[in-house]
C-alpha cells in the first residue's frame, strides 16, 4: 500500500504511471494535470481503467507556482497529509531541438533558441524545484519517501562525448541541471530519510516523432545508428507500459540507505541508457 503524486497522468508515460500504479487497489495515485476534464474524459473510455476507484485527477501547472501550491493542499486533503511518492514526470520535451545541433539552432535563429532553452528551464528545472518545495512536507510525513525526478540518458557527460550526441541539445541541459537540483536536495533530505532519485525511462514510443518530415527522419536515422553502435541489439522504443515496469523496479529497490541518495540512473537501475 502507498500513495502516489505522480505528474503529467494525461498521456505518455505519465498515463501509463496511472494505469500501472492503480492495478494495486491498495495503491492511492493523484494525477496533476493542466486538463482534469479531458483527462478524466479519457480514463472513463479506458477499458482498463473501467472499476478502478483508487485515484483523484489533481490540476496542476508547472509553469503556475500558485497553481502548484493549491494541488498540494488539495493533494493533503485527500491524503490526510502524507504521501510516500513523489514521481516528477511532466516536462517539456520540445521538438525543435530534436535533429539540428546547438552550434547550428543558435547561429541560425537565436531568438527561438533562447525561448524554448528559457521554457526547458522554466518547466523542467524551476517547475520541478517548485513541485519538489511544496509536496516536500506530504513526504516527510509518509512512509515510503521517495522521490522520483524522471530524466534521460542524453543528459549523461560520457555518453554524449562518447558517441557524438548531438540532439535534443537544450532538452538535454535542461534534465542535466535537474539531475543535479536532484541531487542538492538529496544532501540536505538524505539525513530526513527522503530519497531523491532520477530515473531514466529509456527510448519510449510516445509519437515525439510521428509528424517527423522526410528530412528530419533521415536526421534522426542518424542518431539510431549511433544508438545501435552504442547497443548493438537495439531495436528502437520501447512501449510507455515497459519503461514504467522497469523504472517502477528500479526506485522499488534503491534506498537511502544502500547510498542510492541523489542517484542518476537508468530504466536498469545502472548506467545503460538504452
Not at 126 to 147: A, C, E, N, R, W
Not at 166 to 171: E, I, K
Not at 180 to 196: E, H, I, P, R, T
Amino acid at each position: 500500500m502507498a500513495t502516489y503524486v505522480v505528474t503529467g497522468v494525461s498521456r505518455g508515460i505519465g498515463y501509463a504511471l496511472l494505469t500501472e500504479l492503480t492495478k494495486d487497489s491498495k495503491n492511492t495515485v493523484i494525477g496533476l494535470v493542466r486538463d482534469t476534464a479531458g483527462t478524466l474524459k479519457k480514463i472513463s473510455e479506458d477499458s482498463q481503467m473501467k472499476g478502478r476507484s483508487n485515484f483523484h485527477i489533481v490540476e496542476g501547472d508547472l509553469t503556475n507556482y500558485e497553481s502548484l501550491k493549491k494541488a498540494a493542499s488539495e493533494t493533503s486533503t485527500i491524503t490526510g497529509g502524507a504521501i510516500d511518492y513523489l514521481i516528477g514526470n511532466a516536462g517539456y520535451v520540445p521538438k525543435y531541438d530534436a535533429y539540428d545541433p546547438i552550434g547550428y539552432l543558435s547561429s541560425t535563429n537565436p531568438k527561438r533558441t533562447e525561448e524554448e532553452l528559457r521554457k526547458c528551464f522554466d518547466i523542467n528545472v524551476v517547475g520541478q524545484i517548485h513541485l519538489i518545495t511544496l509536496f516536500l512536507p506530504l513526504i516527510l510525513k509518509g512512509k515510503t519517501k521517495k522521490i522520483v525526478s524522471v530524466t534521460s540518458g542524453l543528459a549523461d557527460l560520457d555518453f554524449t562525448n562518447a558517441f557524438d550526441i548531438f540532439t535534443g541539445s537544450l532538452y538535454s541541459l535542461s534534465k542535466a541541471a535537474m539531475n543535479m537540483a536532484m541531487a542538492k536536495f538529496s544532501a540536505q533530505y538524505k539525513q530526513d530519510g527522503v530519497l531523491f532519485l532520477s530515473v531514466c525511462p529509456g527510448m519510449v514510443d510516445v509519437g515525439h516523432y510521428a509528424e517527423s518530415t522526410p528530412e528530419e527522419l533521415e536526421k534522426l536515422g542518424g542518431l539510431m545508428a549511433k544508438f545501435t553502435k552504442y547497443k548493438p541489439d537495439f531495436s528502437g522504443p520501447v512501449s510507455p507500459e515497459t519503461s514504467v515496469r522497469d523504472m517502477k523496479a528500479v526506485w522499488e529497490k534503491t534506498s537511502v540507505e544502500n547510498g542510492d541518495g541523489g542517484a542518476f540512473l537508468s530504466q536498469y537501475g545502472n548506467k545503460q541508457w538504452l
